[in-house]
């Protein structure tokens, strides 16, 4: 590794060239603004990424037209880009991605985060491994922010130094993001999900006020594993409690096991050579293979809706796309094959300014994350329900019971409609 001044790194970019950067908290914001310095005067120069974290120079209008920002997952910070045609959104499961950047995507760069090199010579690529492993294989050029504050993480994170081609130098704190305030929908909803959870599950959950509220709904159950996508400051007291242990997972006994991690700067100094925490590649974490091997597996997910049928968006509000499928027809599918296992989509009945979220049918254009045939438990602050099995009719019947009490005679007048027509 050469390391060298943050105006020295993209001498050789080129029009027409495809880039890879980490995400998350590993976001490398420094690079990306000398990338967006670097583009203007240049044409069809690919940025292809996860989810990104904190500040997005790159997607600058005045370098729109020289830099096509490629994303998998759309955050709140490249959700108007998107929607304004300035970026674009790829879908695929994030199980897909390291092959889809192996077998179709001709890496020149790839831009990364890592800690400084150990007296071994091996560097951390921190809380995000994400498909970062298949674009440091693949790229021509490997860049790195090498940074003190970055934890070093045990699992896959670890990779020699000479496999980065430049370093560069930075000494910042991670972006973080604080677990939201947890209010009462959502501690009835919570309730209802840890009445579905056995002891000695292991759990799939995302960011964010239900996961974090199941959490902590959690604090009687016993011998509690995690194999998730993404793990965030929730697990930490449970880890800490002893009630995740891990103990019971037929693969990665003991582990809490994810490919990326989100949360405040406490949390990531929990995971610094914490030798209980292993962060693998996305197509390890995701891997419905892998996934439906371990017994009571449980995967929580959200929906921006679900339909009176079952079918699930969480990617888009009609055309308008929020964020994209991420891993959640990965864990659904995984867990509802598991040996007692089960997939739990949890929301609220209703919007922040009421809104109903149990729908009769999906926004026109919306995206169907989740297809009725997969679904199994859906739960709101109104009790929960298990499609699987269940016909239409009586499909209809169950979520209008989910609903909010002031939506649910509309949604019965179009159920009566519906099969009486």
Known sequence: MKMVALDDVFQDLKSGMALYVQGIAMTPTP?????????????????YHMHLEGPVPHLDPQVSGSLKDISWFVGKNTREAVNAGRAEHLPLFLSDIPAFIEQ?????????????????????????????????????????????????TRGAAEIPASAITLGVWHDAPLHTVEAPAIDAVMSQIAAHVASLIPDKATLQLGIGAIPNAVLAALTHHRDLGIHSE????????LIEAGVITGQYKALDAGLVVATFALGSARFYEFLDDNPAISLRSVDYTNDTAVIRRQPRMI?????????????????????????????????????????????????????????????????????????????QFVVTEYGSVNLHGLSLRERVQALIHLAHPEDREALARYARQLWTG
């Open 31 to 47: 690079l990306l603004e000398a990338l967006r310095d670097r583009c203007r005067g240049l044409s069809q120069v690919e940025l």
């Open 104 to 152: 179709r995507i001709q890496l020149d760069y790839a831009l990364i985060h890592v800690s400084p090199p150990d007296r071994y010579g091996f560097v951390s690529l921190g809380t995000s491994v994400e498909a970062a492993l298949s674009a440091i294989k693949r790229a021509r050029t490997v860049v790195a922010l090498v940074n003190p504050h970055v934890p070093r």
């Open 230 to 237: 993404m793990i965030s400051d929730g697990i930490q007291p």
């Open 299 to 375: 995967s929580i997910n959200s929906a921006i809706e679900v339909d009176l049928t079952g079918q699930v968006a969480a990617e888009s509000v009609g055309t308008r796309i929020i964020s994209g499928v991420g891993g959640q027809m990965d864990f659904v599918r995984g867990a509802s094959l598991a040996p007692e296992g089960a997939s739990i989509i949890a929301l609220p009945s209703r919007t922040p300014d009421g809104r109903p979220r149990i729908v009769p049918t999906l926004h026109p254009g919306a995206a169907v994350t989740t297809t009725r045939n997969h679904v």
